[in-house]
C-alpha cells in the first residue's frame, strides 16, 4: 500500500449505474480554441456523450454545472471516442464516436454567451458511416504517409479491420487465423498496425500490404483471384508474448526511433519497430490500464499502470519511481493540461468516477504538543498491565474466537450398530456369488449442547463394504438437540475387506460473538461392523496352505464361548475346532489346543487369516477383561510369513505395471485410429473418388482393439483395486505378528502402521510400493541406523515408480532384522542414536557396496537360521499385459 494518495484536484460521478470502459475516455482541445487547453470527453455504454472542462475554484472541488460543457444522449452504446481530423478540407479537429453499428464523426463548437451563465456549446454531425459489422475497436493517423488528415481503422468482433478515408469507405481486410478481436494501435513511423491475436502474439501488419491483398468481402477465393488478381495477407512481424494483452500503445517522442508499449495481464512490454523486446516487466498486481507518456530523462519512458488494488504506479522503463493511492480501480488513465495546470492525471472507473489528480504531498501544519516530562512509576505500570492480562484472559474465554471449551461439549457423536441382520437386505448389485447377502443397520447419533450451523456427516468403510447412504446434511441444530440418522452396511465385493471398522466423521460450524459464520470443527466416532457380515459358519478343514499359531499366557477358552454366532451347543466334541467360511472367498479354520496355550489359524488364502486373528485376539483380550485379568498377552514365536507377503507385493506391482502397458499400447491404438480417419476424410472430400486401399478395413480392425485394450484396462483396474485390497490385509497381518513376535507398544505399532499403510489407494502417480519404501528407508536412516554412516545417507527427493520389488523387499527384511536385533522404533529426536543393545538371531545390516551385499546375505542365512525365508524368493509367472486382448 503506497504511503501517498493522488491529491483530489477535481472529480464527478457521471450518472447512475452508466458502465465505462479504457475506450471511454479521452482528452483533447476538442473545440478548437487553440490556447493548449484540453476538454475531457467521455463516453458511456448507455450512449451519454460528456464533455467536461474543470476550474475548481480550490483544489479537491467537486463537479460545479459550468464544468459540464455538452451532455448529449446518443441512444447507441458509445465503445470509443477520439478525436482528429476526420472531415476532408481542413485540419480542425474533429470528434469520432464508434458505436456497435455505427461510426458518426461531429464538429463541437462554442458560443460565447451574453450573460453570467457562460458559454454554449453544441455539436453537429458531419456524416456517419453505417457498418455492416459489430465494431469492437478502432485507431487512426496518417494511414500511408498521408499529411494533414487522419484515417480511420476499425476492427469488428470477427477480425475484419475497415479503413475509411474520411468521408469514403476504403477497404476491409480479414485478418488470418482471427478469432477474437484484440488491441489495435497504429504506428505512424513504419506505417503499420499492431495487434495481439488470440494466439497470445503481437502481430504487426503494413498498411501497404492491407490495401494490396484480396478484398475481404469475399471470403472465398475465385478462381481469378487463384490467378494472381489479389495479395494474400501476410504478417509483417510477431512476437510471442504468452499472455492476452489489455491495451496497446505507441510511443515515439523523437523521429530517430519508436517504440510499442503492450499491457499483458501479467507483464507489460516495450518492443522496438521491429518486434523485438525492448525491455519487460513482471507486474506485482493484476493491471487495470497504462498509459506511457516522456520522460525528464534522455532515452527513458515513463509509464502510468493502474491496477484492481486502487493504486497507480509511475514507472521509468523497468524502475518504480511512484506509487499513488486511488479511491477507484482505474479502467482509463489519460494526462493532459487543464486549466493552465500542465500533467493532470485523468483516471476514470468502471462505474463512472472521473477524477482529475495530481502527485506529491501536502505538507501539514501541525505540530504535536510537546510532552510534559515525568518520572515513570513502574509499579503503578506493572499493576495496570496485571489488569489488562486478566481483562484480555477473561474476554477469551467468554467470548474469544477459539473459545477455551472441549470439543465434546459442542457435540457428542455415537454409533450403534444392530446385533441383528436386516430383516429385508438391502444389499444391490452385489457380486458375490452366495444367493442372499445380509445386511446390518447402523445409526449415528449426534447430541449437541449449543447452537451449531453447517453440519455434515460422512460416514466410510473399507471396500468392498458399501454403504447405503454415505453423506448427511443438517443447515442447523439448536441447542439440546438430538438427531439420529441410519443406514445400511452390506459387502457388495467377492473378496474380504481389509478392516471391519467405520468411521463417522462430522464438521460443523459453531458461530461466536466475534464470528458469527462460525469456527469450523471436525469430530468423529468410529465403530466396528459383526464379522458375521462377511463370514458365515463353514465346514473345518483339515490342511491347508497357510498357518498360523498364536501363544497366550492363559489356558485355552472354548470357542463356543468366544464366537457363539459360529457353532452348535450340541457340538461338543468340537469345540477346539470352528471352520469360517467368507462370503465369494476362501475357507479359514480355526483350532484351539486342549493342552497348550496355543491356538492355530489356517486358510488357503494369506490374507484371508488376517480377519479371523485379529477377530480371536479381540474377543480373546474382551473375554479375560470380563474375567478380571488383566495380565492377559499374545505372542508369536513362529517364523514371519515374508515369502507369502513378497508374493502378493509382487502381484500387486505386477498388475500395476501390466496397466502401465496397456495404457501405453491404448494410446497408441488411439493415434493410429484417428490418422486412420483424417485419411479417409481426405479420402472422401476428393473430388475425384480414389480407392480406399482396405483403410475402412483397416479402420474397422483398429477400432476393435481401441475397445478390447478399453475393457483389458478396466478389467486390470478393477484387479489391481482386489490386489491392493489383499496386500492391504496382508500388511495388517504382518504388523500384528511383528508386534506379537517383538512385544511392541502401542506407538510402535502406529509407526509400523504409518510405515506400512500410508495409502487409502493406489493413483497413477504415487503408488504403495514406492511410497513404503521411501518409508522404510527412512526408518533405517534414522532410529534403526547402526552407525552415523546409514545416518549421514541422502533418501530420494522424488518419487517415482521402481523397475522392481526386490529393493523393498529386502529394506522389509532388514527392517525385521533389525527390530530382532533389538532396534525400537521412535519419531524423537535422540531415536537416530546407534543401537547397542543385540539379541540372539542374526541380522542383516544395509549394505554399502555390492560384495558387502553378497557377505551379509551369507551370514544372515547362517545365523538367522529359523527365519530362512526373509531371504529365499521364488520367482512368479509374470502377468502378461495383452493377456484376454488377442482373444
Not at 508474448?241 to 515515439?252: K, M, N, P, T, Y
Request: glycine content about 6%.
Amino acid at each position: 500500500m503506497s504511503l501517498f494518495k493522488a491529491r483530489d484536484w477535481w472529480s464527478a460521478v457521471l450518472g447512475e449505474k452508466e458502465e465505462f470502459d479504457q475506450g471511454c475516455l479521452c482528452l483533447a482541445d476538442v473545440d478548437n480554441t487553440g490556447n493548449g487547453q484540453d476538454k475531457i470527453i467521455v463516453g458511456s455504454f448507455m450512449g451519454y456523450l460528456r464533455i467536461f472542462n474543470p476550474h475548481p475554484v480550490k483544489t479537491g472541488d467537486g463537479a460545479q454545472a459550468e464544468d459540464l460543457l455538452l451532455e448529449v444522449h446518443l441512444r447507441d452504446p458509445i465503445l470509443q471516442v477520439e478525436v482528429g481530423k476526420f472531415v476532408s478540407g481542413t485540419e480542425m479537429l474533429h470528434l469520432a464516436v464508434l458505436h456497435s453499428r455505427k461510426l458518426c464523426i461531429y464538429s463541437v463548437s462554442g458560443i460565447l454567451g451574453n450573460v453570467e451563465h457562460g458559454n454554449q456549446y453544441q455539436i453537429k454531425l458531419m456524416y456517419e458511416h453505417n457498418l455492416q459489422r459489430t465494431a469492437c475497436n478502432m485507431t487512426y493517423g496518417p494511414f500511408g504517409g498521408v499529411k494533414g488528415r487522419d484515417l480511420i481503422c476499425i476492427q469488428s468482433m470477427d477480425g475484419m479491420l475497415m479503413v475509411f478515408e474520411q468521408e469514403s469507405y476504403a477497404f476491409g481486410r480479414f485478418l488470418p487465423g482471427s478469432l477474437l478481436p484484440g488491441p489495435l494501435a497504429y504506428s505512424s513511423r513504419t506505417d503499420s498496425f499492431i495487434t495481439v491475436s488470440s494466439c497470445q502474439q503481437v502481430e504487426s501488419y503494413k498498411y501497404q500490404v492491407l490495401a494490396f491483398a484480396t478484398d475481404a468481402d469475399k471470403r472465398q477465393e475465385t478462381e481469378q483471384q487463384k490467378l494472381g488478381s489479389g495479395k494474400r495477407l501476410v504478417v509483417d512481424w510477431t512476437l510471442n508474448i504468452g499472455e492476452q494483452a489489455l491495451d496497446i500503445c505507441i510511443v515515439s517522442f523523437n523521429q530517430s526511433a519508436s517504440s510499442v508499449f503492450v499491457l499483458g495481464e501479467r507483464n507489460f512490454f516495450c518492443l522496438k519497430d521491429n518486434g523485438q523486446i525492448r525491455f519487460m516487466k513482471k507486474l506485482d498486481c493484476s493491471p487495470s490500464c497504462f498509459l506511457p507518456y516522456c520522460s525528464v530523462s534522455e532515452g527513458t519512458v515513463n509509464t502510468l499502470i493502474g491496477n484492481h488494488n486502487n493504486m497507480l504506479h509511475i514507472y521509468q522503463d523497468v524502475t518504480l519511481k511512484w506509487a499513488t493511492q486511488l479511491p477507484h480501480v482505474p479502467v482509463a488513465v489519460r494526462v493532459g493540461c487543464l486549466h493552465d495546470l500542465k500533467g493532470v492525471i485523468v483516471t476514470l472507473s468502471d462505474d463512472g468516477h472521473l477524477q482529475c489528480s495530481y502527485l506529491g504531498t501536502d505538507p501539514s501544519l501541525f505540530q504535536a504538543p510537546k510532552v510534559e516530562s515525568r518520572e515513570l512509576n513502574y509499579d503503578e505500570l506493572d499493576t495496570e498491565l496485571k489488569e489488562l492480562q486478566k481483562i484480555i484472559k477473561d474476554v477469551n474465554k467468554s467470548q474469544g474466537v477459539w473459545p477455551i471449551t472441549e470439543r465434546e461439549d459442542d457435540l457428542k457423536i455415537s454409533a450403534m450398530v444392530s446385533s441383528n441382520f436386516d430383516s429385508v437386505s438391502q444389499a444391490t448389485d452385489v457380486e458375490v456369488g452366495t444367493d442372499l447377502v445380509p445386511s446390518v443397520t447402523v445409526k449415528i447419533t449426534l447430541q449437541n449442547q449449543v447452537a451449531l450451523q453447517k453440519i455434515k456427516l460422512s460416514v466410510y468403510v473399507q471396500p468392498p463394504l458399501v454403504l447405503t447412504c454415505d453423506q448427511f446434511t443438517f443447515e442447523f441444530m439448536a441447542p439440546e438437540m438430538t438427531r439420529t440418522v441410519g443406514f445400511s452396511v452390506y459387502l457388495k465385493g467377492s473378496y474380504t475387506p481389509p478392516e471391519l471398522e467405520g468411521n463417522a466423521v462430522v464438521s460443523y460450524s459453531r458461530p461466536t460473538d466475534r464470528n458469527p459464520d462460525g469456527i469450523p470443527r471436525v469430530t468423529q466416532c468410529k465403530f466396528r461392523l459383526p464379522l458375521k457380515l462377511v463370514c458365515l459358519p463353514g465346514q473345518p478343514s483339515k490342511t491347508a496352505s497357510h498357518k498360523l499359531t498364536i501363544e497366550t499366557n492363559k489356558s485355552p477358552v472354548s470357542l463356543l464361548s468366544l464366537f457363539p454366532g459360529f457353532a452348535s451347543q450340541s457340538e461338543d466334541d468340537q469345540v477346539n475346532v470352528m471352520g469360517f467360511h467368507f462370503l465369494g472367498s476362501s475357507r479359514v479354520t480355526l483350532l484351539a489346543s486342549k493342552t497348550s496355550q496355543r491356538y492355530r489359524i489356517q486358510s488357503e488364502q494369506f490374507e484371508d487369516l488376517w480377519l479371523i486373528t485379529n477377530e480371536l485376539i479381540i474377543r480373546l483380550q474382551e473375554y479375560f477383561e470380563k474375567q478380571g485379568i488383566k495380565d492377559f498377552a499374545c505372542s508369536f514365536s513362529g517364523s514371519m510369513p515374508l515369502q507369502e507377503y513378497f508374493e502378493l507385493i509382487d502381484h500387486h506391482f505386477e498388475l500395476r505395471i501390466n496397466g502401465e502397458k496397456l495404457e501405453e499400447l491404448l494410446s497408441e491404438r488411439a493415434v493410429q485410429f484417428r490418422a486412420i480417419q483424417r485419411r479417409l476424410l481426405t479420402r472422401f472430400k476428393d473430388k475425384t473418388p480414389a480407392p480406399l486401399q482396405h483403410l475402412d478395413t483397416l479402420l474397422d480392425g483398429t477400432y476393435k482393439q481401441v475397445i478390447a485394450l478399453a475393457d483389458a484396462v478396466e478389467e486390470n483396474q478393477d484387479n489391481l483395486f482386489q490386489s491392493f485390497t489383499r496386500l492391504k490385509s496382508a500388511t495388517h497381518l504382518v504388523i500384528l505378528l511383528i508386534g506379537l513376535w517383538q512385544k511392541l507398544s502401542t506407538d510402535q505399532i502406529a509407526i509400523l502402521e504409518a510405515t506400512f499403510l500410508p495409502l487409502q489407494q493406489d493413483t497413477p502417480e504415487l503408488g504403495w510400493e514406492e511410497t513404503v519404501d521411501a518409508a522404510i528407508s527412512h526408518l533405517l536412516k534414522t532410529c534403526l541406523s547402526k552407525n552415523s554412516k546409514e545416518q549421514a545417507l541422502n533418501l530420494s527427493s522424488q518419487l517415482s515408480m521402481p523397475k522392481d520389488t526386490s529393493r523393498l523387499k529386502k529394506h522389509i527384511t532388514l527392517l525385521c532384522d533389525r527390530l530382532a536385533k533389538g532396534g525400537r522404533l521412535c519419531l524423537s529426536t535422540d531415536a537416530a542414536a546407534p543401537q547397542t543393545m543385540v539379541m540372539p538371531g542374526g541380522c542383516a545390516t544395509i549394505p554399502e557396496s555390492d560384495l558387502e551385499e553378497r557377505s551379509i546375505e551369507q551370514d544372515s542365512t547362517e545365523l538367522f537360521t529359523n527365519h530362512k525365508h526373509l531371504i529365499v524368493e521364488t520367482p512368479r509367472a509374470e502377468v502378461s499385459p495383452l493377456q484376454g486382448v488377442s482373444e
